[in-house]
């Protein structure tokens, strides 16, 4: 499987007190990346589609051997297994590709990859303006992992700034804020007007357009968050920069044998992968290919 950008992922659940008599043990990754991805093998099953935080949870029989490796997109470099969690162990170390595992625990996972995006937003009362970062389309800016961004919140003529309305930056109470770029992010400003005679606009859910495509001379699905079930070909909206985790099922006698697109080089049915925009600023696709014996 293979996680990322395009990721994805495998492992088989358990819980983090132990495998208990289920002899499940869980594997907790996520791939901080616009376009690179970690494929992991032996293939595990996805617990929970949607990724919570950005973070998917897979579960593997307890003995399981696990190989994870690193692979570049065309825009990235790796910068290193990281920690995932601050109060949990860190399972993958150091800046090798490859990273094998062996179950007999709880895994914790942080594949971190160079660039990774920030995208402010804000309603029409005025902007916000990035320091640091080299641009990459409109409302885009690229940064190396591990740096600092600062932005700032700039009322126009007739507004002033009200507060931050994204997790990033919401506990802030002035119109600059400053973070560590550990993941791709997201922030927005509110703008309300001086007068007080009414509230403009809210900043808009940003979001990527997905194609979902079922390919070849077989049958077979393709499920993911927000209730996607695909047979044929699925257009689908994600928000911008979520975490998202398609498994693709064969129907009838058919096999399924592989991924295309934004999941290309994914060795199981499950593919975890980032709603971020192409180079060129365009949705992303992905194709499950079904062959019949």
């Known amino acids: 499987m293979v996680i990322g950008a395009a990721i994805l992922v495998i492992a088989m659940g358990g819980s983090t007190a132990g495998a208990g008599s289920t002899g499940l043990w869980s594997i907790y990754i996520k791939v901080a990346s616009t376009d690179s991805r970690v494929t992991l093998s032996p293939s595990g099953a996805l617990y929970d589609p949607n990724c919570p935080n950005s973070v998917c949870r897979f579960r593997y029989s307890a003995g399981t051997t696990v190989t994870l490796t690193a692979i570049l997109g065309p825009s ?94 919401g506990s ?51 499920t993911g968050p927000r209730g996607l079930f695909c047979r044929s070909t699925c257009n689908i909206d994600y928000e911008r920069g979520r975490q998202i985790a398609l498994t693709a099922t064969a129907t009838g006698d058919s096999r399924f044998i592989g991924w295309t697109g934004a999941c290309a080089n994914s060795y199981g049915p499950t593919c975890v992968f980032r709603s971020v925009p192409t180079a060129s600023g365009g949705g992303r696709w992905a194709s499950a290919w079904f062959n019949r014996p």
């Open 76 to 169: 990235s470099w790796f910068e290193g297994w990281q920690q995932l969690w601050s109060n949990r162990p860190t399972s993958c170390t150091g800046r090798a590709a490859v990273c094998t595992l062996v179950m007999d625990s709880t895994k914790y996972v942080n594949a971190a990859f160079s660039p990774v995006q920030l995208w402010p937003s804000s309603n029409g009362g005025g902007h916000i303006e990035v320091e640091g970062g080299t641009g990459c389309g409109q409302g885009c800016y690229q940064f190396r992992y591990g740096t600092r961004a600062t932005v700032w919140a700039v009322a126009h003529g007739g507004y002033h700034f009200d507060r931050w309305t994204s997790t990033r930056c």
């Open 172 to 222: 802030i109470t002035g119109d600059g804020c400053r973070f560590t770029m550990l993941d791709n992010n997201f922030v927005s400003a509110y703008f309300a007007r001086d007068d007080g005679l009414g509230e403009s606009q809210g900043p808009l859910t940003q979001y990527v357009s997905f194609q979902a495509r079922v390919k070849g001379t077989g049958t077979g699905t393709i």
